[in-house]
C-alpha cells in the first residue's frame, strides 16, 4: 500500500517564500503530484515530478528525490489567494494516492 | 467549454435511502474516478473506470456501487450499506488511463444523511 505524510498546517506572510513537504511510503512508484484545493472547491493540478530534481512553473516550483521517498512543494512571492489546501498524491500506474493536505495560511 | 459536472451540489438524504450522484464530462477521457473527502482530511479514491464497462475498486469501495454505461458518465451510488455516507463527494477524470498524475475534478457534491 501507499502512505504519504504532509504538515497539516503552514503559515506564511505576503511576498514570502514557503515550501510544503512530502514523505511517501509506497509499493509502487511512477511519480508525486501536487494538487491546490480552496474551501469548498475542487482539486487543481500544479505539478508533476517523474524524475529526481526541480520542476519550475512560474512562482510554483517542485522537487523529488527517488532514493529518499521525499518531496516538497516551493511557492514563491506569497500572495493571498495562495491561502489554500495543498495535496501531494502518489501515482502509482492508474491510480492517485492522495497525503492528507496542508492548509497554507497567508497573512498579510 | 469543456469540463466535468457534479450534481447536485448539495443532497441531503435520511438514514437507509439509497442515493445516485451524478458525473458527467465532455472532455473525451478515459478514464474517471470517484474520491470521497472528510473535513479537514484528503481524498480517499472510491471507484476507478478505465474504459466503459468496466470499473475497480478502490480503498473504500464498500457501501458504495458504480456504473460505467458510457465513456462521458460515471455515476456513484451511496447505499443504505454505508456507515457513515456525509461526506464530500469529487468525482474526476483523466485523458489517457495510465500513468496517472493529472486528474481533472468536478466541483463536487456534498452528502448530508440524517
Redesign the interface.
Known amino acids: 500500500g501507499q502512505s ?1 505524510e504532509q504538515p497539516s498546517e503552514v503559515t506564511a506572510v505576503e511576498g514570502a517564500i514557503v515550501q510544503i513537504n512530502c514523505t511517501y511510503q509506497t509499493s509502487g512508484f ?2 508525486l ?1 501536487w494538487y491546490q484545493q480552496h474551501d469548498g ?5 500544479l505539478s ?1 515530478n ?1 524524475l529526481d530534481g526541480l520542476e519550475e512553473t512560474g512562482r510554483f516550483s517542485s522537487f523529488l528525490s527517488r532514493s529518499d521517498s521525499y518531496g516538497y512543494l516551493l511557492l514563491q512571492e506569497l500572495q493571498m489567494k495562495d491561502s489554500a489546501s495543498y ?1 501531494c ?1 502518489v ?11 496542508t ?1 497554507l495560511m497567508v497573512k498579510p | 467549454d469543456g469540463g466535468i459536472t457534479q450534481s447536485p451540489k448539495y443532497l441531503f438524504r435520511k438514514e437507509g435511502q439509497n442515493v445516485t450522484l451524478s458525473c458527467e464530462q465532455n472532455l473525451n477521457h478515459d ?1 474517471m ?1 470517484w ?1 470521497r473527502q472528510d473535513p ?6 472510491i471507484y ?1 473506470s ?1 474504459i466503459v464497462n468496466d470499473f475497480q475498486k ?2 473504500i469501495a464498500e457501501g458504495y456501487s458504480v456504473s460505467r454505461e458510457k465513456k462521458e458518465s460515471f455515476p456513484l451510488t451511496v447505499t443504505s450499506a454505508q456507515k457513515n455516507p456525509t461526506a464530500f463527494y ?1 468525482c474526476a477524470s483523466q485523458k489517457g ?12 457534491t456534498r452528502l448530508t444523511v440524517t
Open positions: 504519504l511512477y511519480g503530484s472547491g475542487a482539486p487543481t493540478f508533476y517523474a495535496f498524491a501515482n502509482a500506474g492508474n491510480m492517485l494516492t492522495f497525503g492528507g493536505g492548509r | 478514464a474516478y474520491y479537514g482530511q484528503g481524498l480517499r479514491l476507478y478505465q478502490g480503498d469529487l488511463a495510465y500513468p496517472s498524475y493529472e486528474q481533472y475534478f468536478g466541483p463536487g
